[in-house]
């Protein structure tokens, strides 16, 4: 007898760890909050982003508690996406962790609603500076600044955003309805993104898609960890080590997301080396030195094996150390948003039409040697042009280490689709297109036949549903996700040839309707939904043109295609070319630039450019048709794919 003790050492050991495991759950959460709250504080001492302003001061109330608003914004948010994206791709369906990770989504937008709704508040607060009072003229006021501002509007976009999921995030069901809500997630995150750190840059377009990037792969990462470390008790122990294989995955990517961003959005903070001694630069380098730590935790339990590790408290004992870093980055990050950066100080004065259109001086003349030395770097599709180029590469190693074939023309036309698309959003096509009529058609033009033309004939779903391994424990893994898109009603809808012809000629005109144009010129979410749009409406016609089946009706079907889309673009290429003035004269007869063709004349070349698109569509055919597998190959698609699959197993 022992008393009240354990009755069988083993029983003990047990316990204890089992109270360890529980610790360490509890003290990861709390540890990066509290470490996230302390570095926020020193970070606004360092940086004196709650220093009393000389004119306008809200008061030390609003100057120190909207930082503070913003932290708990930030952190809300990142569950509320992270657990969703962790449910989405790591959880088995119907589980008990997947059913409470949509509770924590819940609980957590319910607190970004709030939180957002107080911070939106004292951003008003802070802006205006106004006095607290009941009298209608202030409601009124700050209803103007919600709806009339950027600044306001953003807050009120996030409030009812995440309204909306803490409404259905629980009683979501089905992959369509839970797909909807994931996306919103990461959408709702979009305009806390545009709040970052003050000024006005010169290149602000690349500095606010750099934080938008940052906030998403910084979501995804803590978020996950979070809410996987709340779903852990849940998780059955046989399935513990593929979960956390898979968010292992999730945060590499995110890694690698935040770690492009947040360079590229240090290049346009720090003018200097000099720089780097400022508050604004210690501030990055805690920052920095907390990203390179989680980048050390990260690379160690990767490569030590995490389907064994995952059971034990060491493992978990580096996930709670790993949360205390991402408490410091965090906090950090939040205090760097209020401290003044180097480039703001240093931003040219707007003085040309063109500064004052675009936020930007104009180009260099373009010449020969413009159509490749003239690069304005659009990270989002620079980091899903590389993604896309590695992944498909180590698809096409899979199946050749498995003795399966590949077409080296596909490989070719991918990487050839990738550049072109790096080429359109980032090169002398992006430079230019913003001064130039030609230049902007010259990327709708590619980006709506010749980019998806080259990725199509690349086969990519067939790549993919030959080298992912498919998934026995009820989750949505990647492949699960490509084949249920690829058998859904829109789909099937969408690929009949006449239907997909009409979306595209659809595509073509609703992009000149004036306050259409004039967003996507003027606006950074306009611009990047234009490049989304022409390339669905490019893959919907190409995905039709490649249709299999040659039977007379299938064929007439992807004639008649091939005449919608031909009279698309040379309709729109004649309706520009006899214009009676110039389109969108506000924008490009105001640019003031002294080089290049007139906008008259350089609108009669952007005509020319639609023309060379109805050449793209009538060569499109013989492509596709070009970079079939053989009919030989159709039962060997199948052998292998066994073979590369047993393989990765």
């Known amino acids: 007898m022992h008393g009240g003790g354990c009755t069988r050492r083993s029983e003990c050991g047990r316990g204890e760890q089992l109270m360890t495991l529980r610790q360490l759950r509890l003290i990861g959460p709390v540890g990066l909050l509290v470490f996230a709250v302390l570095m926020t504080a020193f970070g606004l001492v360092l940086g004196s982003g709650a220093a009393e302003r000389l004119v306008s001061d ?26 969703l994206i962790l449910r989405a791709f790591a959880l088995p369906r119907g589980s008990k962790a997947y059913e409470a990770s949509q509770v924590i989504a819940a609980a957590a937008a319910v607190v970004l609603t709030a939180a957002a709704t107080g ?14 009072s009941l009298d209608i003229g202030f409601g009124e006021q700050l209803g103007r600044f919600l709806t009339e501002t950027e600044l306001g509007l953003a807050w009120l976009l996030t409030v009812i955003g995440a309204a909306i999921i803490s ?36 290149n602000h377009d690349a500095a606010v898609m ?15 960890l979070l809410t996987l470390i709340l779903v852990r008790p ?25 770690l492009l961003s947040g360079v590229a959005r240090a290049l346009t903070s720090i003018t200097a080396l000099a720089d780097l001694w400022s508050p604004y630069g210690a501030l990055l380098g805690i ?30 004992m580096l996930v709670a150390f790993e949360l205390l870093i991402m408490g410091v980055a965090m906090g950090t990050a939040t205090a760097l948003s209020r401290t003044p950066a180097p480039a703001d100080s240093s931003a040219p004065v707007l ?41 498909y590469a180590l698809g096409v190693h899979r199946i050749r280490r498995a003795g399966a074939r590949w077409s080296r023309r596909r490989t070719t036309a991918w990487m050839a689709g990738l550049a072109l698309l790096a080429w359109v959003t980032s090169g002398p096509s992006a430079v230019y297109s913003d001064y130039m009529h030609s230049m902007n058609a010259l990327g709708r033009v590619l980006l709506l036949t010749a980019v998806p033309l080259l990725l199509a004939s690349a086969a990519p779903y067939e790549l993919a549903i030959r080298t992912i391994l498919p998934r026995s424990d009820g989750s949505f893994g990647p492949r699960e996700a490509i084949m249920r898109l690829g058998a859904s009603r829109v789909r099937t809808a969408l690929s009949a040839p006449i239907v997909a012809a009409l979306v595209f000629a659809a595509i073509v005109w609703v992009g000149a309707a004036p306050g259409i144009f004039r967003w996507t010129l003027s606006n950074q979410l306009g611009h990047q939904m234009m490049i989304v749009v022409s390339l669905v409406g490019g893959a919907l016609i190409m995905a039709a043109l490649n249709a299999s089946g040659s039977g007379r009706e299938q064929a007439g079907q992807r004639v008649a295609a091939i005449g919608i889309a031909l009279v698309a673009l040379l309709s ?67 052998d292998t794919r066994k073979a590369v699959l047993e393989g990765k197993r």
Request: aromatic share 10%; with cysteine; charged share 10%.
């Open 351 to 391: 003085v040309t039409p063109a500064e004052f259109l675009t936020d930007a001086p104009l180009p260099a003349p373009i010449d020969g040697s413009t159509w490749l030395g003239e690069w304005k770097l659009d990270l989002l599709w620079a980091v899903l042009a590389g993604a896309a180029a590695v992944y």
């Open 210 to 224: 750099a934080l938008i990037l940052h906030v998403v792969g910084a979501a995804v990462w803590v978020g996950g």
């Open 572 to 638: 729109f290429a004649a309706w520009v070319r006899f214009q009676q003035g110039l389109i969108a004269a506000e924008w490009f007869g105001a640019m003031g630039r002294a080089w290049g063709p007139e906008p008259v004349a350089d609108q009669d070349i952007a005509a020319v450019a639609f023309l060379l698109g109805g050449g793209v569509i009538l060569v499109a055919p013989v492509m596709l048709r070009a970079s079939r597998s053989p009919a030989r190959g159709a039962q060997e698609q199948i």
């Open 167 to 202: 409404t259905f995030a629980v009683v979501a069901r089905g992959a369509i309805a839970e797909t909807v809500l994931m996306i919103l997630a990461v959408v709702c995150l979009v305009p806390l993104s545009t709040q970052g750190h003050a000024g006005s840059l010169a």
């Open 58 to 83: 809200p008061g030390a109330f609003v100057r120190w508690g909207l930082p503070f608003a913003k932290l708990i914004v930030n952190l809300a948010g990142g569950v509320m996406a992270g657990s």
């Open 119 to 132: 911070a939106g508040f004292l951003t008003y607060l802070s802006t205006l500076a106004p006095e607290l």
């Open 234 to 258: 849940l998780i059955p122990r046989e399935s513990i080590g593929a979960v956390v294989a898979r968010y292992s995955s999730l945060a590499l990517a995110s890694f690698m997301l935040v």
């Open 287 to 316: 920052k920095t030195a907390a990203l390179a730590g989680l980048a050390v935790l990260g690379a160690y339990y990767r490569s030590r094996m995490i389907t064994r590790l995952a059971r034990r408290t060491a493992f978990w």
